[in-house]
T-cell receptor, first 113, second 113 residues
Framework: DTAVSQTPKYLVTQMGNDKSIKCEQN?????MYWYKQDSKKFLKIMFS???????INETVPNRFSPKSPDKAHLNLHINSLELGDSAVYFC????????????FGSGTQLSVL | DAKTTQPNSMESNEEEPVHLPCNHSTISGTDYIHWYRQLPSQGPEYVIHGLTSNVNNRMASLAIAEDRKSSTLILHRATLRDAAVYYC??????????????FGKGTKLSVKP
């Protein structure tokens, strides 16, 4: 069983569209994250949720809206996609948010044309 | 932000030990030192972490300097599957949440047969 699974693996879409990426973890963790890895391979945190509550919200455009229906799921919805949104998005989870190791999903490669 | 400095790249021969250095001269007393690695086209994978004492697990060893301003990740016998980008990261109270990991550029490790 995959610990942190995200779908889809690849997402190709046009500018201006709205898309969602789903993430689920079966580890019983309390905290989930979204990270973005750009073309230069820098990995930056976007959001962190602890027990469905937003903990970290880095400087991310309002077009990005995370949704956590329960603590095992953290979905990322992106409105009005722009070329600069093209990147690999990684979901991750940890037991708590405090110095615990992160378990990452395999990533969603988003290409905006 | 506490920052880490790592060499951009390193090479190793298969079956030989590898020592990956990391400098973190601005580390604070409560920062943990984490190491993750990212294989091509995969999400980051936890390797090891520690606070003050040296740590060992089945993947690697972490040697932490007495003043904690540097650390070394030791892979005891490199295999081709260890070729990856290795990230040395400090976790502290960033963004309002402890455990928020800020990834740098990492060290790209190549392993030659």
């Amino acid at each position: 069983d995959t610990a942190v699974s995200q779908t889809p693996k690849y997402l190709v879409t046009q500018m201006g569209n709205d898309k969602s990426i789903k993430c689920e973890q079966n580890l019983g963790h309390d905290t989930m994250y979204w990270y973005k890895q750009d073309s230069k391979k820098f990995l930056k945190i976007m959001f962190s949720y602890n027990n469905k509550e937003l903990i970290i919200n880095e400087t991310v455009p309002n077009r990005f809206s995370p949704k956590s229906p329960d603590k095992a799921h953290l979905n990322l919805h992106i409105n009005s996609l722009e070329l600069g949104d093209s990147a690999v998005y990684f979901c991750a989870s940890s037991l708590t948010g405090s110095h615990e190791k992160l378990f990452f999903g395999s990533g969603t490669q988003l290409s905006v044309l | 932000d506490a920052k880490t400095t790592q060499p951009n790249s390193m090479e190793s021969n298969e079956e030989e030990p590898v020592h990956l250095p990391c400098n973190h001269s601005t580390i604070s007393g409560t920062d943990y030192i984490h190491w993750y690695r990212q294989l091509p086209s995969q999400g980051p994978e936890y390797v090891i972490h520690g606070l003050t004492s040296n740590v060992n697990n089945r993947m690697a060893s972490l040697a932490i300097a007495e003043d904690r301003k540097s650390s070394t990740l030791i892979l005891h016998r490199a295999t081709l599957r260890d070729a990856a980008v290795y990230y040395c990261i400090l976790s502290g109270n960033y963004g309002g949440s402890q455990g928020n990991l800020i990834f740098g550029k990492g060290t790209k490790l190549s392993v030659k047969p």
